[in-house]
C-alpha cells in the first residue's frame, strides 16, 4: 500500500495498517507522522518502509556523480532505471500523464502559477511553458545557444569552461570587466552556463566544451571546471594555440604537471609564444603589491607567518573527494604557498608539514613550514577546527626588527615601518579582478606570463609534495 499524503498526523499510518493484509507491505511517499503502533504491524506481521525520491542512488554522489551504477543483478529499479522505464512509458502511451495537467502559464507568468499553487483554488499539475530558443548547432547530445549580438572583435576574446559556484559569482565578472570579449562558456548540463552567460553578457552558452577549442575566435580559455580535469584543459588549450588561464591547483599529481610542461615546451618550440597563467590572485592583491614594494626594499631574510582559519566543510564536498578534489590543502592552502613564494622573492628551498589528525576523508588542518633560498622561513597555517569570528586570512611579517600584519584584505598595519602606519580599504579585496586583467594585459601586449612559467611548475610542485606528504 502507497501512503501519498502530507500530514504530521499518524492517521494515515495507521489506517493503512488496518487496511493492510497480513504480510502486506506500505511504502511512504509523501510525510506523515511517524508513531507506529506496534500491534497494528505485529499482529499481521507487516512491512514498512519510507521511499527515497526516484529509487536507489539518489543522494549517493558515487551513483549521481561519479556514474558507479548499481548491478542490475542486485538492485534492479534505479533511479536510472526508473526514469527511463517512465519516459519509455510515456513515449508510446502506455502512460498518458495529460490529464494530471490542470493549468498552463507561459514563464513569463510564472508568478501567476505560484499564487496558484499556494492558494486555496483546485490545481494539480502545473506546466511552465517556455519559448522556443534558437539553437545555432547540435550534435552528439551537445546544445549551443545563442544568448546575446556579437561583440566587437578584441584583442584578446575568451572562452570559458566550467560555470561553477566561484565562476558565476567571481572569475567571470572579473574578467567581463577587462578590455576582452566575452564569446562563449560552456557547462556539463547547460543551465549554469546559460546563466552566467545571461548575467555577464557572453554571446554563447554551450553543452560541447571542445568546441570552444575549435573556435578560431577564440585565443584564450579560462578553466574553471573541477580540480580533477584541470591538466587535460590546459594541455587541451595549449596544443590548440590558445593561451590559459586556469583556476588553482595547476595539476593534483607529479605525472599531471609533468605532462603539462612537456606539453608546453613542445609548443614554445614550435615557435608559439603562448600565456600560461594559474589564478593565484591573492599576490596581486593591492594591500600585497604594497607588501611586495616595501619588502624589496629591505635587506636580510624575512619570516613570515600565514595563518588561514577556514573553517569546516563536509566530507562528501567534492573538493574533499582524493580524486575529484584532492582536498583542501591542494585546491587552497596553494594560494598560499604561492603568496609567500611571491612575498619572499626567493625560490623555494625546502619545505615540511605538520598535519592534525582527525576523521576527515582527507586532512585539512595542517601547518607548512617553508624555506627560501635567501634565508627567509615562512609557515602556512591551514586549519579548518577554528571559529569565524576570527580574521578568515591573516598575514605577518617580520623583518629588520619591524612587523607588518595583515587581516582579511582589509586592514594593512605596519609596526617600525617608515612611510607606512597603516592601509585600509572600504572593502575586502584580494585581487581577483587585478589577476584577470593581468592575463588580458599581458596577451594583449604580447609580453610574458604574469607568472613566470618556472614559478608555477615550483609552486605547484611544492603543493603536490606537501599533499601527498598528508597521507
Known amino acids: ?167 558565476n559569482s567571481v572569475l567571470i565578472p572579473a574578467f567581463r570587466d577587462t578590455a576582452a570579449r566575452l564569446k562563449a562558456v560552456s557547462s556539463a548540463t547547460g543551465v549554469s552556463g546559460t546563466y552566467a552567460a545571461r548575467k555577464n553578457g557572453i554571446e554563447f552558452s554551450s553543452t560541447d566544451s571542445d568546441a570552444l577549442l575549435a573556435d578560431a575566435d577564440i585565443n584564450a580559455l579560462v578553466v574553471s571546471t573541477r580540480h580533477a580535469s584541470h591538466a587535460t584543459w590546459v594541455c587541451k588549450a595549449l596544443a590548440a594555440g590558445k593561451h590559459v588561464f586556469v583556476e588553482k591547483p595547476l595539476a593534483m599529481t607529479h605525472g599531471e604537471l609533468s605532462v603539462i610542461e612537456n606539453t608546453y615546451r613542445n609548443v614554445i618550440q614550435s615557435g608559439r609564444a603562448p600565456i600560461l597563467m594559474v589564478g593565484f590572485n591573492r599576490r596581486f592583491a593591492p594591500q600585497i603589491m604594497r607588501l611586495r614594494e616595501i619588502l624589496g626594499a629591505a635587506t636580510g631574510p624575512k619570516c613570515f607567518v600565514m595563518t588561514v582559519n577556514a573553517g569546516a566543510i563536509p566530507d562528501s564536498h567534492w573538493t574533499q573527494d582524493p580524486d575529484v578534489g584532492g582536498g583542501r590543502i591542494l585546491g587552497e592552502a596553494c594560494h598560499f604557498i604561492d603568496l609567500l613564494r611571491f612575498l619572499a622573492g626567493s625560490a623555494i628551498s625546502g619545505h615540511g608539514v605538520s598535519v592534525m589528525r582527525s576523521n576527515a576523508r582527507v586532512p585539512d588542518t595542517a601547518s607548512i613550514s617553508l624555506s627560501f633560498a635567501d634565508g627567509s622561513i615562512g609557515t602556512v597555517h591551514y586549519f579548518s577546527n577554528g571559529h569565524k569570528a576570527f580574521p578568515k586570512e591573516r598575514l605577518e611579517v617580520f623583518a629588520q626588527g619591524r612587523i607588518l600584519q595583515l587581516d582579511n584584505f582589509r586592514k594593512l598595519t605596519g609596526h617600525g615601518w617608515p612611510g607606512l602606519r597603516r592601509m585600509n580599504l572600504w572593502r575586502q579585496d584580494k585581487g581577483q579582478k587585478a589577476c584577470a586583467a593581468s592575463f588580458v594585459h599581458a596577451i594583449e601586449a604580447g609580453g610574458g606570463s604574469p607568472i613566470g612559467f618556472e614559478e608555477l611548475l615550483e609552486v605547484s610542485r611544492v603543493t603536490i609534495e606537501v599533499n601527498e606528504a598528508l597521507h
Open 1 to 167: 500500500m502507497l501512503i501519498a499524503a502530507s500530514t504530521r498526523s499518524n492517521e494515515p499510518l495507521h489506517q493503512a495498517a488496518q487496511m493492510c493484509r497480513k504480510r502486506g507491505r506500505i511504502v511512504l511517499v509523501g510525510v506523515a507522522g511517524l508513531e507506529l503502533s506496534r500491534a497494528d504491524f505485529f499482529e499481521k506481521e507487516l512491512s514498512f518502509q519510507v521511499s527515497c525520491s526516484y529509487g536507489p542512488g539518489r543522494y549517493d554522489p558515487e551513483y549521481e556523480e561519479k556514474g558507479h551504477d548499481y548491478p542490475v543483478g542486485f538492485v534492479r529499479w534505479t533511479e536510472q532505471r526508473n526514469f527511463e522505464a517512465v519516459l519509455d512509458m510515456m513515449s508510446d502511451g502506455r502512460l498518458d500523464v495529460a490529464p494530471l495537467v490542470s493549468h498552463r502559464f507561459v514563464i513569463e507568468r510564472a508568478a501567476s502559477a505560484y499564487d496558484l499553487i499556494s492558494s486555496d483554488a483546485p490545481s494539480l499539475g502545473v506546466l511552465l511553458e517556455y519559448p522556443q530558443t534558437k539553437l545555432v548547432g547540435a550534435a552528439n547530445d551537445t546544445t549551443t545557444l545563442r544568448i546575446s549580438s556579437s561583440a566587437e572583435p578584441a584583442a584578446v576574446t575568451l572562452g570559458f569552461v566550467g560555470a561553477g559556484t566561484y565562476a
